[in-house]
């Protein structure tokens, strides 16, 4: 018989460094949950993506045990990340924090293609470029796609 499950959470997490302190702490200790063994199976599951913001969702169980699933970074980290960027752009529309070319909007696709909600790789990076968009970052190059 399957456990009952009593609530998620989510947290973002960088990897290989949870700790007690907030906001884990908090959020695990009113649920239930040994903050600290929490702690150690994240950092030795996510040792290789060490310092890479990684986004965590924990199951709850009635019994105060817990299961909890590692998803890919976040495409603005990502994006971020390619263009070398501090941070997304104020104004998007006006001025642009930086740069990416459709390669590197192919690659964060195909890295983040499991947690997206889409089929095809190109609807991942029409999806991947639309977030860029957004951020004021632009693509660069020739588009993949037909208009």
Partial sequence: MAKE???????QIKG????PSPPIGPALGS?????MEFCKQFNGRTQNKAGKVLPVIITVYK??????????????VQLL????????????N?????SVTWDQVRAIAEEKMPDLNCFTIESGMRLVAGTAR???IKVSGD?????
């Fill in 16 to 19: 290989g460094a949870a700790n």
């Fill in 134 to 136: 957004s951020m004021g």
């Fill in 94 to 98: 006006k001025k642009s924090a930086g």
């Fill in 81 to 92: 990340e390619a263009s070398k960027a501090k941070k997304g752009s104020a104004e998007p």
């Fill in 63 to 76: 019994d105060k045990s817990f299961s909890f699933v590692v998803k890919t970074p976040p495409v603005a």
């Fill in 5 to 11: 499950i009593i609530g998620y959470v989510k947290l």
């Fill in 143 to 147: 588009s993949p796609f037909a208009k």
């Fill in 31 to 35: 649920k239930g949950i040994n903050i």
